[in-house]
């Protein structure tokens, strides 16, 4: 008999050639657990996704009763459903209210496909813009607005008329014209190292879309639902989207994502040609039922009062001679180190000997990254960090 370990690395297509292989048999809260009963602290959610921790019990409960009614009916869009139903309602009541129409689906690569499509069609367009070192997703259209060339060169051809613009860079939004159907931007860049906008640049970034006539896109995928310690980032900003993208934390740990745009711009998928934009998992019943739970976690548990002060907890802790900068917003935070060659020891000792889990980003390796589960406690918060500063301390001495 081979063991899970010999079977992922025989059969599970590879994604890079060094894999973490950690072995986990079952989560909790802030913690994973292996099978040898190893714990480890997970300090970056699964990439942003268990915002209520791992295994939530409203989470599970809100699973286990639609598990009892039913699984997937029908393609998306078709039949009365309770979950995606009520879902779609709890969102709109999170946003200002011109964004009352939902499409559901099953990750944020296929949010961003949607809203590009709608874009389109809305605007009757075809450029579309996104920023430098943006990550929108690897599916095709995403990956063309994913601001990375490395990343799309053994791809290509990709969409055409896909123009990249400097985040924060106010003089490049004259780029952004009447033949642009969209700006697609991270309301805060995540895998770029974490990079918040600057004074004014997002309103301005607003301002010029509405001259322009260009829908204006906020990808929250990572940085919504709570994470920052408003339900959405664009709250702490002062601006609103045309469409907004949400997935990751959104399930609670089930698989979900949806974009968000007024219902007058949504009706473009029914006609000409109807059915404009399909999908036959789309809404599932059970994400649903699990993302529902999951808002009403982060609402009634309270968890955004907790956020600032859980980043300032971390942010005093960590200093240290060799932590050049920590960035952030929220629980959305970055560490930086001179370089990868500092920073992967650090992260691999505070997994082997700490029993701690961090990362790095895409297009960011010499910054660490922590976005643990926003119910982290303090004491999670304190033992986090003395475990980080001790590998710290054993790497660079
Ligand atoms: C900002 C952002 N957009 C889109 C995506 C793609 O989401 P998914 O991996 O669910 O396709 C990600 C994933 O990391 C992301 O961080």
């Not at 008329?161 to 860079?169: A, K, L, Q, S």
């Not at 770029?192 to 004074?199: D, L, P, Q, T």
């Not at 260009?214 to 709250?235: H, K, N, P, V, Y």
């Not at 469409?243 to 029914?270: D, N, V, Y």
Request: charged share 20%; glycine share 10%; net charge negative.
């Amino acid at each position: 008999m081979l063991t899970p370990r010999q079977l992922f690395l025989r059969h599970q297509a590879q994604t890079s050639d060094f894999p973490l292989l950690l072995e986990i048999e079952r989560a909790e809260g802030v913690y994973m657990y292996g099978p040898d009963g190893q714990r480890y602290l997970d300090l970056i959610s699964g990439i942003g996704v268990s915002n209520v921790g791992h295994r939530h019990p409203r989470v599970l409960a809100a699973i286990q009763q639609q598990l009892d009614k039913y699984l997937h009916l029908m393609v998306y869009g078709e039949l009365v459903q309770a979950p995606p139903a009520e879902l779609a309602h709890a969102l709109h009541q999170t946003l200002p209210p011109h964004l009352d129409g939902v499409f559901f689906t099953n990750s944020g690569t296929e949010a961003v496909e949607g809203a590009l499509k709608l874009a389109k069609r809305h605007t009757g367009r075809t450029e579309l813009i996104s920023c430098y070192n943006a990550y929108h997703g690897s599916t095709q259209g995403a990956l063309s607005v994913t601001g990375s060339e490395d990343f799309k060169r053994s791809y290509r051809p990709l969409l055409p008329d896909v123009r990249h613009i400097g985040f924060n860079n106010v003089s490049d939004l004259q780029h952004i014209t009447e033949r642009t159907a969209a700006v697609i931007v991270e309301t805060v860049q995540g895998e770029a190292g974490v990079r918040v906008a600057e004074n004014g640049y997002l309103q301005a970034l607003r301002q010029r879309c509405l001259y322009t006539g260009a829908l204006l896109i906020l990808d929250e995928i990572q940085c919504g639902f709570g994470r920052t310690g408003t339900f959405w980032a664009f709250e702490q900003f002062g601006i609103y989207p045309d469409i907004l993208l949400t997935a990751k934390g959104m399930g609670g740990g089930m698989p979900i994502g949806a974009f968000i745009a007024p219902q007058r711009i949504m009706a473009g998928f029914k006609s000409n040609p109807i059915l404009g934009h399909l999908t036959t998992f789309g809404g599932h019943p059970v994400s649903c039922a699990a993302a529902l739970a999951t808002l009403r976690t982060i609402q009634e548990e309270n968890l955004l009062a907790g956020v600032a002060e859980k980043a300032a907890r971390f942010r005093e802790q960590l200093r240290h001679p060799a932590i050049r900068a920590v960035r952030g917003c929220g629980l959305l935070m970055a560490v930086e180190f001179d370089s990868f060659a500092v920073l992967k020891p650090i992260i691999d000792r505070a997994l082997s000997h700490e029993g701690v889990l961090t990362d790095w980003f895409l297009f960011c390796d010499n910054s660490l990254r922590l976005a643990p589960p926003l119910t982290i406690s303090n004491s999670e918060i304190d033992e986090s960090c003395t475990a980080l500063l001790r590998a710290i301390d054993y790497v660079v001495g």
